[in-house]
């Protein structure tokens, strides 16, 4: 859906094969998914330095860490707009949006919730946000 919807913009979306450099916290990480819209190329086409949308699938084993440490870095790279945490276990998803005063918003959407990408200006129904999990993945653990 990010690819159909920023064809032929500045912006692209790239995989977790490519490098987002964070030049304020010395580190880099590897994104499943994030958006750059820099109008020109870079020098280094093998590190991003400007993601405008980060997107990560959580895992138990990644989960603290993609909340915790990883978001505090995320947050230092100026042009970050949102963050999302999606849950494919529970089919939920933790979108944390930086507002106009620089302080960042929980957006939380669950399973029935389209999610909507304000850094983008996209809105991903929840039917095509968990079309490709194999039919048997219910939030069957998820609180009532």
């Known amino acids: 859906a990010l690819r159909v919807h920023l064809r032929g913009t500045p912006c692209r979306v790239l995989g977790s094969d490519m490098k987002l450099r964070i030049e304020a916290a010395d580190c880099y990480y590897y994104p499943d998914l994030m958006v750059t819209c820099s109008p020109s190329l870079p020098v280094n086409q093998l590190e991003k ?3 405008r949308l980060v997107v990560e699938v959580l895992s138990p084993s990644t989960a603290a860490y993609d909340r915790g440490e990883k978001f505090a870095n995320y947050r230092l790279l100026p042009s970050l707009q949102e963050y999302l945490l999606v849950d494919v276990d529970l089919l939920r998803c933790d979108l944390f949006r930086r507002g106009a005063d620089g302080l960042w918003v929980l957006h939380p959407f669950g399973p029935d919730d389209a999610v909507h990408l ?17 039919p048997a993945a219910t939030p069957a653990s998820a609180p009532a």
């Open 118 to 134: 304000a850094s983008v200006d996209l809105t991903v129904p929840a039917a095509d946000l968990w079309a490709d999990l194999p």
């Open 49 to 51: 330095t400007d993601a």
